[in-house]
Every structure is written in structure tokens, then in C-alpha cells.
């Protein structure tokens, strides 16, 4: 089954202490990205990667940092998380930089920074 | 930059016709698409409109007029199930996302 992977689903961390949330697909596509989801808000995204070592920025990348070291694979890492990026994030994917506009989303992950 | 601008609600009743109006304000912008959000779920692709027109898509349609800068999704044959956030979203040159702020649709009985 196609499908975007998220982990965990949901977590509950106190400020400062480093985090991952993974994302993984098996559709083989090249863009991959990260969003978050805040009420009133709408869908941000945080970084987008084109490619495999191929990673940039979007519109709110302050406190963020990702990797790309394999194409199925694309970490979400809160180095210093703090209570204002308590949010839900999903990771999405989609074929050669969302040429077709379909980007596929993951189940989203729930964090809680207290 | 790019922002993006839609109604923050919408009702209908069921087997009535509606439609979600998108603005943008752009600097660079491959086209507009939507996608469907239930509460609780994760974002699922609708339509998108690469060019100017009317795209369809069995009960869904997408429009598109950039010397407009204005798109709208047209959803027909409104039943339950479609109650939902409805978000548009553009691809910009620099190949990121953005999305608008989603209109929440309640169908009513």
C-alpha cells in the first residue's frame, strides 16, 4: 500500500529536550516536506526537500532541522523545542517537485512542548 | 511572497451546489490546488489547475484565472460525507507550498 509514515503519532516533551519525528514513504517519490497546522492558520511548511542532500527552507523554518540522507526518508528534528511550536505536523511527499500538485500527507504527528 | 485568502465558513444543505473562493497575491506561481481535510484526518488531494479553466473531477471542479489571481472549487451534489475543511494551495517558483487558511464546509441535512 502507498502511503506516508509518521512516528510518533503523538508526544508530550518539556522545553529544551531534543526530538525526531520520522517520516517515511514507499511511493519513491523525490519531494518530500514538512508543514504545521495551527488553527486559523491554515498548512505552513517548514522545509522542503527536492531530492536526496537536497533540502530548503519554506515559510517557517526558524527552530527546525531536517535531513535528507535517503530518498524514502525525511526526519523532522526540534533541536531546543519550545512551547510555541506545540502544533500538528505532517510530513508530505509527492512526485519530482509537486509537478503534479498531489502531494500525499502522513497520519500527522500531535506535539505537545510544555 | 504569496498569501493566499478564503472564507473561513461555509454551510449548505445536502444535493445543493457550492463553491470555495480562493485569492492569492503572488510573486511567481506554477498554479493553484485544493485538498480536503476531515476533522482529526490528514489532508487529501481534490484537484489542481496548472492552467487557466475549469478542471473536473467527478463531483468536484476547479477554476482557475490568473489575470485574476482568483480560483474557486465547485462541489456538486453536496452530500454528509463532504463536510470538511477545504484548503487551496500554490507551488511557487521557488518550489515551496503555500496554503490558505481552509474554509470550513458544514453540510447540512
Known amino acids: 500500500e502507498a502511503q506516508v509514515t509518521q512516528n510518533p503519532r503523538y508526544l508530550i516533551t518539556v522545553t529544551g529536550k531534543k526530538l525526531t519525528v520520522t517520516c517515511s514513504q514507499n511511493?519513491?517519490?523525490?519531494?518530500m516536506s514538512w508543514y504545521r497546522q495551527d488553527p486559523g492558520l491554515g498548512l505552513r511548511q517548514i522545509y522542503y526537500s527536492m531530492n536526496v542532500e537536497v533540502t530548503d527552507k519554506g515559510d517557517v523554518p526558524e527552530g527546525y532541522k531536517v535531513s535528507r540522507k535517503e530518498k524514502r526518508n525525511f526526519p523532522l528534528i526540534l533541536e531546543s523545542p519550545s512551547p510555541n511550536q506545540t502544533s500538528l505536523y505532517f510530513c508530505a511527499s509527492s512526485l519530482e517537485r509537486g509537478s503534479s500538485y498531489e502531494q500525499y500527507f502522513g497520519p500527522g504527528t500531535r506535539l505537545t512542548v510544555t | 511572497g504569496q498569501s493566499l485568502e478564503q472564507p473561513s465558513e461555509v454551510t449548505a444543505v445536502e444535493g445543493a451546489i457550492v463553491q470555495i473562493n480562493c485569492t492569492y497575491q503572488t510573486s511567481g506561481f506554477y498554479g493553484l490546488s485544493w485538498y480536503q481535510q476531515h476533522d482529526g484526518g490528514a489532508p487529501t488531494f481534490l484537484s489542481y489547475n496548472a492552467l487557466d479553466g475549469l478542471e473536473e473531477t467527478g463531483r468536484f471542479s476547479s477554476f482557475l484565472s490568473r489575470s485574476d489571481s482568483y480560483g474557486y472549487l465547485l462541489l456538486q451534489e453536496l452530500q454528509m460525507k463532504d463536510s470538511a475543511s477545504y484548503f487551496c494551495a500554490g507551488l511557487n517558483y521557488g518550489q515551496n507550498f503555500v496554503f490558505g487558511p481552509g474554509t470550513r464546509l458544514s453540510v447540512l441535512p
Open positions: 511511493m519513491n517519490h523525490e519531494y
